[in-house]
């Protein structure tokens, strides 16, 4: 069953095209990793799937899917170091687009933010205050609070930026039980084309007048061709 499906899409600012004709679907349980130079579109695409822009030509059809319950996962994250919010607080604010009119976190809100980060080993530094942690640690948390969001799809840029060798292969390594295990759909923009860390099952390559949208393998096969 596809989640979304993008049908001769066209995305850009103020009629500026970014990105054209696009079409492909996103599977329940893929893993798609989203690659290409710097200025290619992939945060474009990404504001589309979210809802923030809208197409300007073409749709975005989503099945079985809310926009408001994806969760996300920027390359930045506004959160001032000298605020002294805990771990536990960070991850638990993920629920508040669940929450409707609610004004007060519930036992169910408490129970899923603990969840989460029982999934990402990270329970024993819920009362840490998130501005004392690693690099590391901090895209933990980061991604229990998207968690938090979505039971279907998570969407992650860059989550392996500033991070070290031995952090970075603990992410990919969640991701890829996330994926598996808990059958979490994940779009992830990398710019780590490293064969041996390229993950998922299909990659989204967007480069000028070239996209591809194909396996992992076949993605591979291509760049051995282009050299």
Not at 107 to 136: P, R, T, V, Y
Not at 175 to 183: P, R
Not at 194 to 207: A, E, P, T, V, Y
Request: aromatic share 8%.
């Amino acid at each position: 069953m596809n989640l979304i499906e993008f049908k001769n899409v066209t995305l850009g600012y103020d009629n500026h095209i970014v990105l054209k004709n696009l079409n492909f679907k996103i599977d329940d349980n893929d893993f798609i990793c989203i690659v290409g130079p710097n200025g290619s579109g992939k945060s474009t695409l990404v504001k589309g799937i979210l809802g923030l822009i809208k197409p300007l030509k073409g749709k975005i059809i989503y099945n079985n899917l809310e926009k408001n319950f994806i969760g996300y996962m920027p390359q930045e994250t506004k959160i001032d170091n000298n605020f002294p919010a805990s771990v536990f607080e960070i991850v638990l604010s993920g629920t508040l687009n669940k929450m409707g009119f609610k004004l007060f976190y519930t036992k169910k809100e408490k129970d899923l933010a603990l969840k989460n980060m029982k999934i990402l080993g990270i329970e024993k530094l819920k009362k840490c205050n998130f501005s004392s942690l690693s690099g590391g640690q901090r895209q933990k948390v980061l991604l229990a609070r998207s968690l938090c969001a979505t039971s279907k799809l998570l969407i992650l840029d860059e989550p392996s930026n500033n991070l070290d060798t031995k952090s970075k292969k603990d992410l990919y390594k969640i991701l890829t039980s996330l994926n598996k295990k808990n059958n979490i759909t994940i779009i992830m923009i990398t710019h780590d084309l490293d064969h041996d860390n390229l993950l998922g099952n299909k990659i989204l390559s967007l480069r000028e007048d070239d996209i591809f949208f194909g396996s992992t393998e076949d993605f591979v096969r291509r760049i051995h061709n282009d050299k």
